[in-house]
């Protein structure tokens, strides 16, 4: 595995950055820029993950195009339009699953 380094932000780069990966965690969410979009803090732009809501067992197909959260104990945050479809909205914070592998 090898190291790159892009400004503040390393970048994993080897064949196993393309195996699945899968995080728990809590996930909130902020104006985005697109209705299916997600910040993440490590993944490359134009990742596909599969967000789940622990509580309700509603998922979706996100693209990831900001970079994010940045409050501790959040793994990812999701534009308004998914958090409506995932259903916690109103909530504003749900336990979620991430997913980067969708096969």
Request: glycine fraction near 10%; charge should be positive; hydrophobic fraction near 45%.
């Amino acid at each position: 595995m090898k190291n790159i380094i892009i400004g503040a932000l390393a970048v994993l780069a080897s064949c196993a950055a393309a195996q699945a990966q899968s995080w728990t965690g809590k996930a909130s969410y902020y104006r985005g820029r697109g209705s299916m979009t997600c910040a993440h803090r490590s993944l490359p732009f134009g990742t596909q993950v599969r967000v789940t809501n622990l509580s309700n067992n509603r998922s979706a197909v996100l693209v990831v195009n900001d970079r994010g959260p940045f409050i501790k104990g959040r793994i990812i945050d999701v534009s308004t339009g998914a958090a409506d479809v995932l259903g916690f909205r109103r909530a504003g914070v749900a336990r979620v699953t991430v997913e980067t592998d969708m096969d």
